[in-house]
Structure formats: structure tokens, C-alpha cells
């Protein structure tokens, strides 16, 4: 059963930093993509950034040059690295895999790929 656990979560003022982690079992992170998803209040599920197997990374245009996702392989664990961080950024942050028919070596930030989600952490950025 694929398991992904997020933390690394909390509150900040704007300009703030976080970084998120991600510890996944059961999915070779070093296979696929996995992927960074945010979920607002009384908002849809955005894609924030992904990672494919040989490190390429794609992100959301909203966070362009303020995130950074990485990976440690050896530790199978994903990371959000999230700096100068805004109110718009307030949300519950979730790590992704791709679902068993959507596996794949391309980054996607389309959600109906990802069948195995975390709980969620939660991120606070006030004024």
C-alpha cells in the first residue's frame, strides 16, 4: 500500500520560509514523478510543482522562482522548499504519486493522474 506522510507545516508572516517533506513508502519515488499539490479554503486542488525521475521539475506559474521541490532518493522522501512566502499561499499542502495506469517518466501537475495522496499539511502565511 503506497503511503506518503507530509510535514514540516505551520504559520509565518509574508516574506517567510518553510520547507515541507514528504516521506513515501511503498512507490519508488526514484521511478516516477511525484508531485506537490495545495488545496485553499473554498478552492480547487492546484498542482504546485513536480518532479520526474531524472530531476527535471516543473511548477505552478504562481510559484515560479519562490518554490523549489528536491528529492532524496536514497531516503525516498520529497521536499517543498517554499520562500518569500505569500497570504496566497495559505493552504493544506499535500505530496502526490501517480496512480498505477498513470505512471509514468514526465512531470504532470494534472491531479487526475495521482491516486495516492498524504493528509496533508497545513500552511499559514498571515500579514
Known amino acids: 500500500q503506497v503511503h506518503l506522510v507530509e510535514s514540516g507545516g505551520g504559520s509565518v508572516q509574508v516574506g517567510g520560509s518553510l520547507r515541507l517533506s514528504c516521506a513515501v513508502s511503498?512507490?519508488?519515488?526514484?521511478?516516477?514523478?511525484v508531485a506537490w499539490f495545495r488545496q485553499a479554503p473554498e478552492k480547487e486542488r492546484e498542482g504546485v510543482a513536480c518532479?520526474?525521475?531524472?530531476?527535471?521539475?516543473g511548477y505552478a506559474d504562481s510559484v515560479k522562482g519562490r518554490f523549489t521541490i528536491s528529492k532524496d532518493s536514497a531516503k525516498n522522501t520529497l521536499y517543498l522548499e517554499m520562500v518569500g512566502l505569500k497570504p496566497e499561499d495559505t493552504a493544506i499542502y499535500y505530496c502526490?504519486?501517480?496512480?498505477?495506469?498513470?505512471?509514468?517518466?514526465?512531470?504532470?501537475?494534472?491531479?487526475?493522474?495521482?491516486?495516492?495522496w498524504g493528509q496533508g499539511t497545513h500552511v499559514t502565511v498571515s500579514s
Open positions: 502526490a504519486a501517480p496512480s498505477a495506469t498513470s505512471r509514468g517518466l514526465r512531470c504532470s501537475l494534472a491531479a487526475p493522474r495521482f491516486g495516492y
Open positions: 511503498q512507490f519508488d519515488i526514484n521511478k516516477y514523478y
Open positions: 518532479i520526474a525521475p531524472n530531476g527535471y521539475s
